[in-house]
Nanobody
Framework: VQLQASGGGLVQAGGSLRLSCAAS????????IAWFRQAPGKEREFVAA????????YYADSVKGRFTITGDNAKTTVYLLMNNLRPEDSGVYYC???????????????????WGQGTQVTVSS
């Protein structure tokens, strides 16, 4: 699977951004696709995931209620709508995919076999 992340940028606190992860290659509908983020000096952390077969979604507690992950099978793209952004949401956002992730591993970066290149999100206070 090839992944292309886009949509990052600079936004003020309280603002919104929508990230896109365009996928090509293996069957899109079989994938679990997730967003992770990494701030300078910190480990990569789970943000949200969607199981495209069934549409189940999962969120980190820190973004629940503010971020929404959706998938568009026709466009083979996953979106992350981020509302009410905070400075602590800043970082490089990566999308990742894998067809064979069990639920207990969905928040673990090393569980994913395919990664996009990352897109920078900066939230100013």
């Amino acid at each position: 699977v090839q992944l292309q992340a886009s949509g990052g940028g600079l936004v003020q606190a309280g603002g919104s951004l929508r990230l896109s992860c365009a996928a090509s290659g293996q069957t899109f509908s079989r994938q679990t696709i997730a967003w992770f983020r990494q701030a300078p000096g910190k480990e990569r952390e789970f943000v949200a995931a969607i199981r495209l077969r069934g549409g189940h979604t999962y969120y980190a507690d820190s973004v629940k209620g503010r971020f929404t992950i959706t998938g568009d099978n026709a466009k083979t793209t996953v979106y992350l709508l981020m509302n009410n952004l905070r400075p602590e949401d800043s970082g490089v956002y990566y999308c990742a995919a894998d067809p064979s992730i069990i639920l207990s591993s969905i928040r673990v970066p090393r569980s994913y076999g395919y990664w996009g290149q990352g897109t920078q999100v900066t939230v100013s206070s």
